[in-house]
C-alpha cells in the first residue's frame, strides 16, 4: 500500500497550511495538488524536495513507509512524532526466498546483477550528480570570492584568486563548499575533504579527516563533523573559535568569522568564539541555520523564522521578524537575508537594491559578503552590491582571476637588477614592473621561466625599492592576477653581491616579544625601526593573552622563512601586533617608609 497520499496531507495539517499555498509553493494549480493528496497524481522528485525542506525533514522521510517524521511542534515548542500508520512488508524477497530454495539462486543472481549494474552507473565518468547535502550547501562566499557546486558534482568559483583558492577546483564528486577569507574547502562524496590556499600544515591535516558528513569555515579555521558526531578542525585559535572540547554528537556545524556553532541531534546548541548576539544563541533549543559577521548575526529557528542581532538602528530590520517559510539565512554589514521555500529570497537592507533581489526565482542557495549578495538557481550566480573582485554578473565575471605571483626573489650585480618568482598557472606571461618612486616606474613583459632584468643605471646605493609582478591571463578564460610586490635595497657594488644573505626564522609568530625584538636586532634591524602594538577585537578592546607571556601575532616590514641581505634589513620599518597580558594592580601599603639612615 502507498501511503505517501497521506503522509502529505497530514504533514500539511500538522503546520496548518492550505492545499492553495502549497500549490504556490510547488507551482501547480490547487487542483493538481490535490491529486497528490488524494492519490489521482503522481507527485515528483523536485517537488518533494520542496516539501521536505519546507517542513524541515529529509526527503525519504516523505517517500518512505518504514520511519517515522520528527517534526517541530508548532504549538508547543518542541519535537513531536507524526502520527502515520507505516506499511512494513511482512516478507521481504530473501524470506521468500528462504522459503523456497529453488528460487534462491536465482534470486540472488539477480540481486548480484543489479549490484554490478548499480556500480558500474556510479562509476560512468559523466553520471548525475546526487548530492548527500541539502542544496543550500551547495553555495558559499567569502568577503571577495564565490564558491559553488554545479549539477554535476564539479565545483566553480569566481572573484578574489590572489591566493588561489579558486584555481585547480574539483570537478566531480563535491556534496558542500566553504569560503574561508583566502581558501576553500570542498567534502566530498566518499566522506574527505580537501582545500586549496589553506596554509599547507592545516591542508595536511584536512587529509587524515574521515567520514565526514559536514564542514564550515570561518575567516582563519576550518571545523568537519564525521558521521559519529565527532568534531575536527584545524587553524586559528586566537578567539577560543576551536575550543570545542564541549562539542559532541553534533549533526550540523556552522562557523562565523572568528567562532563556531554546533547543533546536536537532540537540537542542544553549542557555541564558542568571539561574535555578537552569542547571548542570543542561548535561548534556543535547536536551529536550522545561522550566519554573522563582525557586526550582524541572524538566526534560522526551526519553524522557519528568523531572529537577529544588528549593530545599526533596529527599525529597517524588524520586518525579519515577520518572515515565515525561511529555509536559509545571510546577513551582511547593512543587510540580512533569508531564501524562503518557494525559491525566492526576502532581505531588509540599508543598502541593496531590493527590487533586483524581488526579481530572483528558482533560487536554492543564498550567501554573502560584508557588502553584496549572492543567490544561485542551480544554473547561474547572480548577486547585488559591491562588485570589486567581480564575484557576479560583469563582463569580467566568465574570467577565472590567475593566482598571485609568490617567492619573489631580487638579486643584483653592478650592471643588473635580476628578479624571478614563480610560475602561475595556466599564466601566459608577466609584467613585472621596477618601483622607482611615485612618478617612476620601469616595465619589463617576460614569458614563463625567464627573469627580468633592469639597468642599475636609476638606482642609487642603499635605497629602498620595489618589484611589482602581475600574472597575465589570456582574457578569454582566465583573466589577471592581483599584483605581487617585493621590496629591496640596491647596494652599489662589483659583480658579486656584497652583503651576507640571513634566512629569516620560521617560527617568529608566537614568540615571545622580547626575544621577538632582540632577534631582530641582532639580525640588524634598526631599534628605531621596530614598533609593536596590541592587537584589538573588534578594533576597539585589546586580545588578552591566555599564557603568562605577551605573544608575538602578526608581523609586517620581514616574512618569516625569507632571506634579505643585512642592508635590507638595516632599512626595513617591522611592525608587530601582540596579546597584552592581564597585570593585577599592587596592592597600596598606606604606611610611609622612612628610607633615611
Known amino acids: 500500500m502507498n501511503y505517501l497520499p497521506l503522509k502529505l496531507e497530514k504533514l500539511r495539517k500538522h503546520y496548518n497550511y492550505s492545499q492553495s499555498y502549497l500549490a504556490d509553493v510547488l507551482g501547480v494549480d490547487v487542483v493538481d495538488y490535490m491529486g497528490y493528496e488524494n492519490g489521482r497524481n503522481m507527485i515528483n522528485y523536485s517537488q518533494v524536495k520542496k516539501l521536505a525542506s519546507l517542513y524541515h525533514i529529509s526527503v525519504s522521510e516523505i517517500f518512505r513507509n518504514d520511519e517515522e517524521v520528527t517534526l517541530y511542534d508548532v504549538a508547543e515548542g518542541q519535537t513531536d512524532k507524526i502520527n502515520i500508520e507505516y506499511f512494513i512488508p511482512k516478507k521481504t524477497l530473501l524470506t521468500r526466498a528462504k522459503e523456497?530454495?529453488?528460487?534462491?539462486?536465482?534470486?540472488?543472481?539477480?540481486?548480484?546483477?543489479?549490484?554490478?549494474?548499480?556500480?558500474?552507473?556510479?562509476r560512468r565518468k559523466n553520471r548525475p550528480y546526487v548530492s548527500y547535502a541539502d542544496d543550500t550547501d551547495r553555495l558559499s562566499v567569502s568577503d571577495t570570492s564565490v564558491l559553488y557546486i554545479d549539477n554535476l558534482g564539479a565545483v566553480k568559483g569566481s572573484g578574489d584568486n590572489s591566493n588561489g583558492q579558486i584555481s585547480n577546483l574539483p570537478s566531480e564528486h563535491a556534496t558542500k563548499v566553504a569560503e574561508g577569507s583566502n581558501f576553500s574547502v570542498i567534502l566530498l562524496d566518499d566522506g574527505t575533504v580537501t582545500s586549496i590556499g589553506l596554509i599547507e600544515n592545516y591542508q595536511k591535516e584536512l587529509?587524515?579527516?574521515?567520514?565526514?558528513?559536514?564542514?564550515?569555515?570561518?575567516?582563519?579555521?576550518?571545523?568537519?563533523?564525521?558521521?559519529?558526531?565527532k568534531v575536527h578542525f584545524v587553524g586559528d585559535n586566537s578567539y577560543g573559535q576551536c575550543d570545542l572540547q564541549d562539542f559532541s554528537n553534533i549533526k550540523n556545524i556552522y562557523c562565523l568569522p572568528h567562532g563556531t556553532v554546533g547543533v546536536e541531534e537532540n537540537g542542544e546548541v553549542h557555541f564558542t568564539g568571539d561574535f555578537v548576539g552569542k547571548k542570543m544563541l542561548n535561548e534556543y533549543t535547536s536551529i536550522l541555520d545561522v550566519d554573522g559577521n563582525d557586526n550582524n548575526l541572524i538566526v534560522l529557528k526551526k519553524d522557519g523564522t528568523c531572529d537577529y542581532v544588528a549593530s545599526y538602528d533596529d527599525s529597517i530590520y524588524l520586518k525579519v521578524l515577520s518572515w515565515k517559510g525561511i529555509i536559509e539565512v545571510a546577513c551582511g554589514d547593512d543587510y540580512f537575508a533569508g531564501l524562503k521555500s518557494d525559491g525566492t529570497v526576502v532581505v531588509a537592507s540599508l543598502s541593496l537594491?531590493?527590487?533586483?533581489?524581488?526579481?530572483?526565482?528558482?533560487?536554492?542557495?543564498?550567501?554573502?559578503?560584508?557588502?553584496?549578495?549572492?543567490?544561485?538557481?542551480?544554473?547561474?550566480?547572480k548577486g547585488v552590491g559591491k562588485n570589486d573582485y567581480h564575484q557576479f554578473e560583469s563582463k569580467e565575471t566568465s574570467l577565472q582571476t590567475l593566482a598571485k605571483v609568490k617567492n619573489i626573489l631580487v638579486d643584483y650585480d653592478s650592471k643588473n637588477v635580476n628578479v624571478s618568482f614563480d610560475e602561475v598557472t595556466n599564466a601566459l606571461e608577466y609584467e613585472v614592473t621596477l618601483i622607482i618612486d611615485d612618478s617612476t616606474k620601469i616595465n619589463k613583459t617576460v614569458k614563463a621561466n625567464e627573469s627580468a632584468k633592469f639597468d642599475t643605471k636609476d638606482l642609487t646605493d642603499n635605497n629602498l625599492y620595489e618589484i611589482s609582478v602581475i600574472a597575465k591571463g589570456d582574457n578569454k578564460?582566465?583573466?589577471?592576477?592581483?599584483?605581487?610586490k617585493q621590496e629591496f635595497v640596491y647596494i652599489n657594488?662589483?659583480?658579486?653581491?656584497?652583503?651576507?644573505?640571513?634566512?629569516?626564522?620560521?617560527n617568529l609568530s608566537g614568540s615571545y616579544r622580547g626575544d621577538f625584538e632582540e632577534y631582530l636586532k641582532d639580525l640588524g634591524v634598526s631599534e628605531d625601526r621596530i614598533e609593536g602594538s596590541v592587537a584589538l577585537i573588534n578594533d576597539e578592546e585589546p586580545l588578552m593573552c591566555d599564557g603568562t607571556v605577551e605573544t608575538v601575532l602578526d608581523i609586517n616590514g620581514i616574512t618569516p622563512g625569507a632571506t634579505y641581505t643585512k642592508?635590507?634589513?638595516?632599512?626595513?620599518?617591522?611592525?608587530?601586533?601582540?596579546?597584552?597580558?592581564?597585570?593585577?594592580?599592587?596592592?597600596?601599603?598606606?604606611e610611609t617608609t622612612d628610607l633615611e639612615d
Open 493 to 506: 657594488g662589483s659583480d658579486e653581491v656584497s652583503d651576507e644573505k640571513i634566512k629569516i626564522r620560521s
Open 100 to 122: 523456497k530454495p529453488l528460487l534462491s539462486g536465482a534470486i540472488v543472481g539477480l540481486l548480484i546483477v543489479l549490484i554490478i549494474g548499480s556500480l558500474l552507473s556510479i
Open 207 to 229: 587529509t587524515k579527516w574521515k567520514n565526514i558528513v559536514d564542514i564550515a569555515a570561518g575567516n582563519d579555521h576550518v571545523v568537519g563533523v564525521d558521521n559519529n558526531g
Open 567 to 590: 642592508t635590507e634589513l638595516k632599512a626595513r620599518n617591522v611592525t608587530y601586533t601582540y596579546c597584552k597580558l592581564v597585570i593585577e594592580s599592587p596592592i597600596e601599603d598606606n
Open 477 to 484: 578564460v582566465y583573466g589577471d592576477s592581483l599584483e605581487a
Open 353 to 381: 537594491n531590493e527590487d533586483i533581489i524581488s526579481s530572483w526565482n528558482k533560487v536554492v542557495a543564498i550567501d554573502g559578503g560584508k557588502n553584496y549578495l549572492i543567490c544561485y538557481d542551480s544554473e547561474n550566480i
